[in-house]
């Protein structure tokens, strides 16, 4: 190791939605990269090492061929401000100064803007705005929480230090033993490696969680359910019973939610359910949910999108004006139906996760890619920014996922510009076309004609 070492204290990982701020780093300054990473996890760890910086990737590409950074803003600029339906997608990886410039920019072109919340936590948005939200801090679950139920979710893998920093073994003010002052509660249809932290394991049926939630609504409210719930559930009524009990007995319970229940059959009335339950508990206790979400910045997208928009995900400005049509402006959709005719992705790789239909049609329309590393998305992309990594290289704010904002205490800088730097120039150059071609009345009437 080089004697040009650097350490910085209480830095933040981005890696998943825990998004912990007591990182203390220590930072190789002359290979420029993290040899140590206090505090952090197995899956952090891995995200420092393996952002050290790859000095000599070409700042940009336009069809493979390398360019100047300003080269491929002004290639990426003219593809957007002369596409009819322009799609702005990803976002979850990134500061919300970033997120801010892509809403502006879906604003400017009449896009539309999506994150990866549609293929994720969507369906929670959805039921957020129907049945709204019981919330708290992480903080509060820390201090408070004697009743911890996770349904549908593997945090254990996933996010490990939900468990011992804030939600299972931390001890807080009230909670001073930590787990022996907590009851934890397992829900999901298949023990998977969290499971033996919890005491009590709930196995329910696939695709059953709504009528388990919904009789865990009646017992909360004193109706008799029928013994018959087993069949249909997998779990008996004794055990539903006794667990409608705890929940109504505890000082503070929470429950938090995955994509075990948001993405399996039900959907945004499982998430609806859930929230709905947490709202009928507060007539006997202090009840709280909140889903345990995945990317590192994905609350800071849905936070950035709704003050913007008035709607946390896809959402479509092609008559001037913001409209939220899940399904209809949903990025997966908009592709599948071969409607978007360019796509600006940024921190984000749906080249590789989406399903067959949308990733043809990708190839068949041109892709404009931000991202620190080469994926699949970028590799087919007509333009192909290479940025630097939000929270390593480049300073900005974050979210929580319980909405906490966070700012950033960058490592070490990097040569290559960050997507709030790029989609900001982007941003400008738009502006710059499109008050030209708007100043032709014909031709700015036919670029609009979408939607
Ligand atoms: S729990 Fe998540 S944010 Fe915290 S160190 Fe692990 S990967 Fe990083």
Redesign the pocket.
């Known amino acids: 190791m080089s004697a040009n070492v650097r350490t910085v204290e209480n830095a933040t990982?981005t890696?998943?939605g825990?998004?912990?701020d007591d990182m203390d780093l220590t930072v190789d300054m002359d290979e420029k990269r993290i040899t140590k990473a206090k505090n952090?996890?197995v899956?952090?760890r891995a995200?420092f090492a393996k952002h050290g910086l790859e000095e000599g990737r070409p700042y940009a590409l336009i069809e493979g061929r390398e360019a100047s950074t300003a080269e491929a803003v002004e290639e990426a600029a003219q593809i957007l401000a002369a596409a009819r339906f322009p799609i702005i997608y990803g976002l979850s990886d990134t500061t919300i100064e970033a997120q801010q410039q892509a809403v502006a920019i879906g604003d400017m072109i009449r896009g539309n803007i999506d994150t990866t919340t549609s293929v994720c936590h969507g369906p929670s948005g959805i039921a957020f705005e129907g049945v709204g939200e019981s919330t708290m801090t992480l903080g509060e679950i820390k201090n408070r929480a004697d009743l911890v139920i996770f349904w549908g979710g593997n945090p254990g893998e996933s996010?490990?230090?939900?468990f011992s920093r804030y939600a299972v073994t931390a001890k807080g003010l009230y909670v001073p033993k930590g787990k022996k002052d907590r009851t934890i509660v397992l829900v999901d249809v298949r023990r998977t490696p969290s499971a033996p932290v919890a005491d009590i394991f709930v196995q329910v049926k696939p695709g059953r969680d709504f009528e388990l939630l919904w009789a865990l609504r009646a017992l909360v409210r004193g109706r008799q359910i029928d013994a018959a719930i087993e069949q249909s559930t997998g779990v008996s009524l004794a055990t539903l019973e006794d667990l409608a009990q705890r929940m109504k007995n505890c000082r503070y319970g929470v429950l938090f939610f995955g994509m075990g229940l948001t993405m399996t059959r039900g959907r945004h009335f499982n998430s609806g359910a859930l929230l709905a339950l947490a709202a009928d508990l507060n007539e006997y206790t202090h009840f709280v949910a909140k889903p345990v979400r995945g990317h590192g910045n994905v609350t800071g997208a849905d936070n950035v999108v709704s003050w913007q928009t008035g709607y946390p995900f896809g959402v479509n400005f092609s008559r001037g004006y913001p409209r939220f049509n899940p399904g209809e402006f949903t990025t997966v959709d908009v592709l599948s139906r071969q409607e978007a005719d360019a796509t600006l992705i940024i921190a984000s790789d749906p080249a590789s996760n989406f399903p067959h239909a949308a990733i043809n049609h990708l190839h068949n329309i041109p892709v404009i890619a931000l991202d620190p590393k080469p994926t699949v998305t970028t590799q087919l992309a007509r333009v192909a920014f290479t940025t630097a990594t939000y929270g390593i290289n480049v300073s900005g704010t974050v979210y929580r996922m319980d909405d906490v904002p966070i700012t950033l205490r960058p490592a070490f800088d990097s040569p290559y510009p960050s997507d709030e730097e790029v989609l900001s120039q982007i941003k400008n150059r738009v502006h710059e076309l499109l008050t030209v071609d708007r100043s032709a009345p014909q031709a700015s009437a036919d670029k609009h004609v979408a939607g």
């Open positions: 990982c890696f998943c825990c998004v912990c952090a996890c899956l952090g995200w996010h490990p230090r939900l």
